[in-house]
């Protein structure tokens, strides 16, 4: 009986005092504390014969394993600093390219390749301004001889004495005095001055629909902002400003916090990575939809390029229309229902173009960007798809979007 006192003692302190020792969580605290609970077990199995041979086994490992922990620790340790976070960007900068390279840069950011003036690159200028002398769009001015009337419009009675909706792009930032800075200022802030003809329906030219194109979804940076305008210049065949004249115009209209955004590069152009489960609220704001699209209950309300998204009213109509019944009967487009309708039209926008949105190509094409259909899953395609299919006419209505009954297809405010 005494015995067996003396063991229950002997245990309970000897495990209390190896967890002690254990406690600073050190390494010399863990080897010695291997060494302690080989001993222990080895008492232990001195204690028990009949468990002697397997407690004495378990014991002389666990020793060596100490003895190997111990040496380890012995040795002189090197630990190695750090390494530096990455730089930003090897790249050239705008200051050091050549204007033509910066040029040939600007127009791929505009059409997405060089020499074809056609196509549509990260700055989506095409969707709304031609670039073809004798062009004309609906939605913004051509853009040719911009560079030209840049410089005569800073001097005209209607840039100096502005009635537009806002006069400058942040409080005393100023207005553009050349043409320089008036191109700059006309990229940050659109709304700055609208040209006739050009401002959203009913705002009599005192606002405008275009998006601030340092800011998502566009996002350019300062450098890519350089390298277009560098493009528009160069094009025109007259004197182009050098690039730090440029990057001085937009340092001067961006935002100081949002400058110092732009100077980080692509970097701060990640997409958030919870976008999958993300509300469809927030999906439409960072898939750019916003920018084309007019989306009652959100905060998609400017966009011209895209038919008005009402799904719950005009999604049915798309499918029992005669032009789209073609297509599903030539193979083109395959939806039956009015879901599959809505998450066809993102995923694969050439199988069906609302009437009068089409891009004038052969064969049309739609404006719309492809590739959602790899960004979203399938889940985010069908709650996005849902919570369009839960916006009728009486939601545009109410938004002031709808003057009256939804078009019928073809009409300008169709959805799509």
């Known amino acids: 009986m005494k015995q067996q006192l003396w063991f229950g003692v002997g245990t309970i302190a000897g495990i209390g005092f190896i967890a002690w020792v254990v406690e600073g969580h050190g390494p010399w605290n863990l080897a010695i504390g291997l060494l302690l609970s080989a001993l222990l077990l080895m008492w232990f199995g001195y204690m028990i014969p009949r468990a002697r041979m397997v407690l004495v086994n378990a014991g002389f490992f666990i020793l060596l394993s100490g003895v190997f922990s111990s040496y380890a620790n012995w ?17 050239p900068t705008p200051e050091s390219m050549p204007v033509e390279k910066l040029a040939e840069w600007g127009e791929q950011l505009v059409f997405g390749n060089v020499g074809t003036l056609s196509g549509q690159g990260k ?6 301004h031609a670039f073809v002398a004798g062009a004309v769009s609906e939605r913004a001015p051509n853009l040719i001889g911009i560079a030209t009337r840049a410089a005569q419009r800073v001097n005209e009675p209607r840039y100096l004495h502005p009635d537009s909706i806002q006069t400058e792009s942040f409080e005393g930032s100023g207005r553009a005095a050349t043409a320089v800075e008036y191109i700059a200022e006309s990229h940050v802030c659109p709304s700055c001055y609208v040209a006739e003809s050009y401002g959203v329906k009913g705002t009599n030219d005192r606002e405008s629909p275009m998006a601030a194109i340092h800011k998502p979804p566009i996002g350019l940076t300062i450098d890519e ?3 277009v305008d560098t493009f528009l210049f ?10 730090h004249e440029i990057r001085a115009a937009y340092e001067r209209f961006i935002p100081p916090m949002e400058r110092e955004q732009s100077k980080q590069g692509e970097r701060r152009l990640v997409v958030e ?7 469809p609220q927030n999906m ?8 084309c699209h007019k989306i009652p209950t959100t905060d998609a309300r400017v966009g011209v390029i895209g038919p008005l998204l009402i799904e719950k009213t005009n999604a049915t109509k798309r499918l029992a229309s005669p032009e789209y019944r073609a297509l599903v009967k030539s193979g083109t487009a395959h939806a039956s229902t009015p879901k599959e309708y809505v998450i066809e039209s993102i995923v694969n926008p050439n199988a069906f173009i609302v009437p009068g949105f089409a891009l004038a ?3 049309p094409s739609s404006p719309m960007p492809h590739g959602f259909g790899v960004k979203l899953t399938y889940d985010a395609l069908e709650r996005l798809a849902e919570f369009l299919l839960s916006i009728d006419e009486a939601d545009a209505i109410k938004a002031g979007m709808l003057d ?13």
Not at 77 to 90: C, H, I, L, M, R
Not at 234 to 243: D, H, K, N, T, Y
Not at 404 to 416: E, H, V
């Open 361 to 363: 190509t052969t064969p």
């Open 404 to 416: 009256g009954p939804a078009s019928r297809p073809g009409g300008r405010n169709a959805s799509g």
């Open 284 to 291: 439409i704001m960072k898939l750019g939809c916003v920018v």
């Open 75 to 91: 040795i002189p340790q090197v630990e190695g600093p750090a390494p530096p976070p990455p730089e930003p960007s090897n790249g």
């Open 225 to 227: 902002q350089i390298a």
């Open 123 to 128: 700055g989506q200028c095409p969707l709304c």
């Open 273 to 279: 990575p919870a976008l999958q489960t993300d509300t």
């Open 234 to 243: 160069l094009r025109e065949g007259g004197v182009v400003p050098p690039a």
